[in-house]
T-cell receptor
Framework: QKEVEQNSGPLSVPEGAIASLNCTYSDRGSQSFFWYRQYSGKSPELIMFIYSNGDKEDGRFTAQLNKASQYVSLLIRDSQPSDSATYLC?????????????????FGQGTILTVHP | EPEVTQTPSHQVTQMGQEVILRCVPI?????FYWYRQILGQKVEFLVS????????KSEIFDDQFSVERPDGSNFTLKIRSTKLEDSAMYFCASRKTGLDTGELFFGEGSRLTVL
């Protein structure tokens, strides 16, 4: 069973602080990793993807990947109350056929983030 | 901005009834998916569909489930005989490319309540 684990939280940070969200995965062959944001009752919305070891920055968001440790994280700098949501880590566990990935994602249970003013 | 649209947004049905959930993926996308999320639980993969056939399916996607792309635009999920445990939010998603990093675009979901 391919698992993706997240600390369900809730994680509470003050406005302007850095929020750090963590995720581990069990399938060492996983190639690509995604962070989604999900507001209550809404669909997942992609924030970032990463597939190389190291850091990837996009605005206030930084994703970090360590394949040796099977660990992915998301840092949110200058957190805003509008960042309050559930953050889902997802891993591409798709089978590949002829070089094509069918894009099946395995999701973690999500971390609830609350940014308080 | 192109989006994935789903209908109905909410359906209530009696146990044992058939349900069809409909999705219109983004027009130039080639890969289509159904995921579901039981309230308070993980988003779970059900099935992926490419080139007019199922490419992958999960253990959840048993014989009571089927998918179809009847007319080149709609993508449907049929649940033949609903059970109480089928109550969930069902998300349709589509993707343009076969790259590992290709972004999945999710629809807003169809909430299914089985009584």
């Amino acid at each position: 069973q391919k698992e993706v684990e997240q600390n369900s939280g809730p994680l509470s940070v003050p406005e302007g602080a850095i929020a750090s969200l963590n995720c581990t995965y069990s399938d060492r062959g996983s190639q690509s990793f995604f962070w989604y944001r999900q507001y209550s009752g809404k669909s997942p919305e992609l924030i970032m993807f990463i597939y190389s070891n190291g850091d990837k920055e996009d605005g206030r968001f930084t994703a970090q990947l360590n394949k040796a440790s099977q660990y992915v994280s998301l840092l949110i700098r200058d957190s805003q109350p509008s960042d309050s949501a559930t953050y889902l880590c997802a891993v591409n566990n798709s089978i590949n056929a002829g070089g094509t990935s069918y894009g099946k994602l395995t999701f973690g249970q999500g971390t609830i983030l609350t940014v308080h003013p | 901005e192109p989006e994935v649209t789903q209908t109905p947004s909410h359906q209530v049905t009696q146990m044992g009834q058939e349900v069809i959930l409909r999705c219109v993926p983004i027009s130039n996308h080639l890969y289509f998916y159904w995921y579901r999320q039981i309230l308070g639980q993980k988003v779970e993969f059900l099935v992926s569909f490419y080139n007019n056939e199922i490419s992958e399916k999960s253990e959840i996607f048993d014989d009571q489930f089927s998918v179809e792309r009847p007319d080149g635009s709609n993508f449907t999920l049929k649940i033949r005989s609903t059970k109480l445990e089928d109550s969930a939010m069902y998300f349709c998603a589509s993707r343009k490319t076969g790259l590992d990093t290709g972004e999945l675009f999710f629809g807003e979901g169809s909430r299914l309540t089985v009584l």
